[in-house]
């Protein structure tokens, strides 16, 4: 199991900055991947970065130049750096792990609880 407790999100204006945070407690060592996702009202659910335990990161195209996803050394804590925030990123934000198994071909998933964040225009 893995439990993933998420936090910073709130209301900035446009042009402003947020960092998310996410800690991932329990099985961490089978983590091979984590990440944002992001669900506007009235959208669909969508990727905003990712970053393997390799350090392989993934941008949406909307987020790349603006966030900077990156993970602790122990490899329990990712933090997304939101920067030149756009009216257009409110969404809330929710956390995910994708934990693998032996002999399991799929890896599992887990999402956090999801944050807020609201910008300003």
């Known amino acids: 199991q893995v439990q993933l407790v998420e936090s910073g999100g709130g209301l900035v204006q446009a042009g402003g900055s947020l960092r998310l945070s996410c800690v991932a407690s329990?099985?961490?060592?089978?983590?091979?991947?984590m990440g944002w996702y992001r669900q506007a009202p009235g959208k669909q659910r969508e990727l905003v970065a990712a970053?393997?335990?390799?350090?392989?990161?993934n941008y949406a195209d909307s987020a790349r130049g603006r966030f900077t996803i990156s993970r602790d050394s122990a490899g329990n804590t990712v933090y997304l750096q939101m920067n030149s925030l756009k009216p257009e990123d409110t969404a809330v934000y929710s956390c995910?792990?994708?934990?693998?198994?032996?002999?399991?071909?799929?890896?599992?998933?887990?999402w956090g609880q999801g944050t807020q964040v609201t910008v300003s225009s």
């Open positions: 995910y792990a994708d934990r693998v198994r032996v002999g399991v071909p799929t890896a599992y998933t887990y």
């Open positions: 329990g099985s961490i060592f089978s983590i091979s991947a």
């Open positions: 970053v393997t335990s390799g350090g392989v990161t």
